[in-house]
């Protein structure tokens, strides 16, 4: 099995695991910075969005873009609420499902909101 390293996205943040050969071949790619494939793929979205040979961007000025970007939204408020969301999240996973009432209206009853749709 292959050696992994953990590295922290230079645009978002994000940690991923990867191969030293996989690390060298994004490093390369982004001029040396390491990006996760979320933020990679909005990088070339940029460079295509810009398509047009007179609107042209280099590769570069993509990836300022979008660490710009980054940076604009990871405020202090987003993390904020990014935060709240995972302990919610994290909270909702760990506690006990609670028993239903049974005036409960549920889809599992053999019933579904969807059905009046799908009938046609």
Do not use: Q
Not at 47 to 62: C, L
Not at 90 to 118: F, N, W, Y
């Amino acid at each position: 099995m292959e050696e992994v390293e953990s590295l922290s996205c230079d645009c978002c943040g994000l940690t991923e695991d990867c191969t030293p050969a996989y690390i060298s071949l994004v490093r390369a790619r982004f001029n040396g910075k390491w990006i996760c494939g979320l933020c990679g793929e909005a990088v070339e979205e940029e460079m295509a969005r810009s398509a047009d040979p007179a609107m042209k961007i280099s590769s570069e000025e993509a990836l300022e873009r979008h660490v710009s970007f980054c940076r604009a939204v990871r405020s202090p408020t987003a993390e904020h609420l990014i935060a709240a969301v995972r302990n919610l999240l994290r909270k909702s996973r760990s506690a006990p499902a609670s028993p239903r009432r049974k005036d409960d209206v549920s889809t599992t009853s053999g019933s579904s909101c969807l059905r009046p749709l799908m009938a046609d």
